[in-house]
């Protein structure tokens, strides 16, 4: 893009568009205020470049009507008291065993629903049903959304507050019923659960092809499909880009001309059709962009009106922002506008694999930004996948869509597609872990990107220069400057990552689980593990590709419950656990599909654990056992001149026994046995040990009521300070050994000054 010193603003509405995205971003992420003073002291010099007194005030006049909009939305909110009632749009609620979920309408207000089906005749009715619904809730409470508790995790509230919502309803479902549609949009919410439900018997592969790119919506059953693209870095070819619709408009033009059909009429069903389409498709922002960009198209040339492309595409993503005030602060949303806007600055005489090459680098960029994590296969698999997608994938979709029976011989091929995708993943594994990368990094390479790709030939210098900034992040992660402890928030239950400053070691305390109670069948959830939502994430952004050891405790679901997905999931070299528990079934069957280069390490009461800056020795159990609370592995650590206790769910029997044995231990940390239960945490045993700080995890309003009281007054009468992530969230200890600084953090609270730290 090329700025000059003229007086119009043609061709520089961009600089419009991106001050009307800084205001948003201020309005929605204030902690990047300093990024958006910034980047609006850039604009304003870009600004007085162009010497533009009408591109002035227009970007003037955008960003006080965009200002004045967010401020009627935010004016628009109102907190509810009750909600004895609520209406779902049709397609706007999920049923997961004996739980609905969705966001309805309360009044004139949204609200998260979240009610308890109360029989298998009703949750069957809310499968077939495709009637808009109204729900009269039975002992309902209405609870501000709360924010995700770690660092890392998928955050619901600000999800949520995208969508202009803001308060969730937990009850139980009294009656249900049908009522009728009073605009357009719950008519067409209605004929999308009607087609929705017409897939429910199609194959696996030709459903998802079809809610993808049709419906452009998503099942708990397309999960590992989508997991699949994503690893592969095409899944923004499905529906989330909108990049379809282009190849549709494009497919329909063409069989009209085929079909001799004027080329008018062919413009005009486009024109009535696709606005019709983006409702039914629930507003995604890629296919707006997609349906705004066609209209903006057809109207100029009706006008016959010469305007840039990135003009066209400001108007666009104006609009776009008008409609999703927060379009832009997601990663498909983010995706589509920023491969549309290099599609229009890379030269167009770029070679296939030259065109791809640059696109998987921004697009490596912010999946790296989102995910921390990024396949290297992604960089040329787009440009692979991209003619097989529109000569074989979306025609064959399109074919299932108007001949269903044909959904019979194109299955087989899918299964074999998606299969050789799954071997390619797993024999190239070249998953690439970066760690969290900061946003002005992102910002400044993603700019420096499309400045350099504007030339047509890239030579290696500066190839280098735009990867080098990402290979200094994953060095700083992979050396480790600081030896680190962080309480994983896993609800009622324990799970601790420990890392060392360089040479870098990481260790796992146990993955946390949830306990399963007997129910009916129909009211079974799928869930994802804790492990998959917060743990891995978190890891990632740690730079963490590994992890060197996994010290099981015991047996509880709460403690190992996950162990199974994380071995799945993630490489692990070493597992250590109670001598004898290799004999307990329930362990057993999570090691069922472990690995098996995996080490097994069995251990007891003073044997070490010794691994570079990785200093400790097991203190409990005395003896072999099978891994019940009292055979918890509980082991003593030395970490940045601090002494750790970690006791698993030791009793206090087990904590009188390490006294005995160690007469003279003194720790700085505690990690509180059985989540604060009364039974540990002895007096005696605290009084000797006096730990500087004790940290406590459990579940918010668990059932079993931890910490206990008698617990918490022991703390209390020892003086001693104590964090639980119940309050909390996820806790983090660490220690830099070169500045010998020592703080700590939480996720919902912040910085702690705590006595001792």
């Known amino acids: ?81 009750n909600c004895e009632s609520v209406q779902l749009n049709a397609d706007g609620y999920k049923v997961n065993g004996d739980l609905l979920t969705g966001v309805g309408q309360a009044g004139r207000q949204k609200i998260f629903v979240m009610v308890k089906i109360t029989s298998e005749v009703q949750q069957q009715f809310l499968l077939k049903n495709d009637q808009r619904l109204q729900l009269t809730l039975k002992d309902p409470t209405v609870t501000t959304i709360t924010p995700a508790t770690n660092w890392s995790e998928f955050d619901f509230k600000q999800w949520a507050a995208h969508r202009q919502v803001q308060q969730q309803v937990t009850a139980e479902i009294a009656q249900v019923a049908q009522v009728k549609p009073k605009h357009l949009s719950e008519v067409v919410s209605q004929l999308r659960k009607k087609f929705l439900n017409t897939l429910t018997n199609r194959p696996k592969y030709c459903a998802f092809h079809l809610r993808a790119l049709i419906a452009g919506y998503s099942e708990q059953a397309d999960l590992e499909i989508r997991e ?74 009706w006008r016959k009106v010469r305007m840039a492309t990135l003009d066209q595409l400001t108007i666009v993503l104006l609009l776009c922002l008008w409609c999703q005030p927060t379009a832009l602060l997601e990663l498909g949303p983010q995706l589509s506008f920023l491969l549309s806007f290099a599609l229009r600055v890379f030269p167009r005489t770029l070679q296939p694999w030259q065109l791809q090459l640059r696109l998987g680098y921004l697009s490596m960029l912010l999946i790296l930004f989102w995910t921390a994590t990024f396949n290297v296969i992604a960089l040329l698999m787009g440009g692979l996948f991209a003619p097989l997608f529109s ?34 993943a797993t024999l190239l594994p070249l998953q690439m872990t970066v760690g969290q990368l900061p946003v002005f990094l992102v910002l400044g390479l993603i700019g420096a990107a499309l400045i350099s790709f504007e030339l047509p030939n890239i030579r290696f210098k500066k190839w280098v220069q735009l990867v080098l900034p990402l290979m200094l992040v994953g060095g700083y992660y992979r050396i480790g400057l600081r030896d680190q402890v962080t309480m994983i928030d896993v609800g009622q239950g324990d799970s601790l990552l420990i890392q060392t400053a360089f040479p870098k070691r990481t260790l796992l305390i146990d993955t946390g689980g949830q306990l399963m109670f ?36 015991h047996q509880d679901a709460d403690h190992l ?38 080490r097994y390490l069995p251990r007891l009461a003073g044997q070490q654990l010794t691994d570079q800056r990785l200093q400790g020795q097991f203190v409990a159990p005395q003896q072999a056992g099978l891994g019940d609370n009292e055979d918890s592995l509980t082991l003593l650590l030395k970490l940045g001149n601090r002494n750790w206790l970690f006791t698993g769910d030791l009793d206090r029997a087990g904590e009188l026994t390490i006294l005995k044995k160690y007469p003279d231990l003194t720790i700085d940390y505690l990690k509180v046995g059985h989540h604060g239960s009364k039974t540990s945490s002895d007096p005696e045993f605290v009084a000797r040990i006096k730990p500087r700080l004790a940290l406590i995890s459990s579940g918010r309003h668990n059932r079993y009521h931890h910490p206990n009281q008698e617990t918490l007054a022991t703390f209390a009468e020892l003086g001693v300070p104590y964090l639980n992530t119940a309050h909390y969230g996820m806790i983090e200890w660490y220690f830099r050994p070169l500045t010998k600084q020592m703080k700590i953090r939480t996720k919902l609270v912040g910085n702690e000054q705590i006595s001792g730290q």
């Not at 909108?242 to 001799?260: E, M, P, Q, T, Y």
């Not at 074989?392 to 019979?408: E, G, H, Q, S, Y």
């Open 1 to 81: 893009m090329t700025i000059g010193y003229d007086q119009t603003y043609s061709g520089k509405l961009l600089l419009a568009g991106l001050a009307v995205l800084v205001v948003l971003g201020i309005f929605w992420q204030p902690q990047y205020w300093w990024t958006g003073v910034l980047a609006a002291v850039f604009l304003l010099w870009r600004l007085y470049c162009v010497r533009s007194i009408r591109l002035g005030l227009l970007t003037l006049l955008l960003t006080l009507a965009f200002t004045g909009h967010q401020l009627w939305l935010n004016h628009q909110q109102q907190f509810l008291k």
């Open 391 to 424: 000569v074989l994938i979306l025609p064959a979709t399109l074919m299932t869509l108007v001949f269903p029976a044909t959904c019979a011989g194109i299955e087989p091929i899918w299964q074999g597609l998606y299969e050789l995708l799954n071997q390619l």
């Open 561 to 598: 419950g996950d162990l199974a997905v994380l071995l799945k999931k993630f490489p692990v070299n070493n597992i250590i656990f109670t001598q004898g528990m290799a004999q307990n079934l329930n362990f057993r069957q999570q090691l069922k599909n472990a690995p098996r280069s995996l």
């Open 518 to 553: 007997g129910s009916d069948k129909w009211r079974q959830r799928v869930k994802n593990s804790r492990v998959e939502r917060i743990t891995i994430p978190y890891l990632c952004s740690q730079g963490i590709s590994h992890l060197d050891y996994v010290l099981v405790t």
């Open 228 to 301: 699949l693209l994503s690893t592969l870095g095409i899944i923004h070819l499905f529906a989330i880009s909108g990049l379809h619709v282009d190849l549709l408009i494009r497919s329909w033009r063409w069989l009209g001309a085929r079909f001799l059909i004027p080329d008018e009429v062919t413009r005009l069903f486009l024109l009535l059709i696709l606005p019709v389409y983006a409702l039914f498709v629930g507003g995604q922002i890629g296919i707006l962009r997609a349906v705004f960009s066609y209209f903006l198209r057809e109207i100029l040339r």
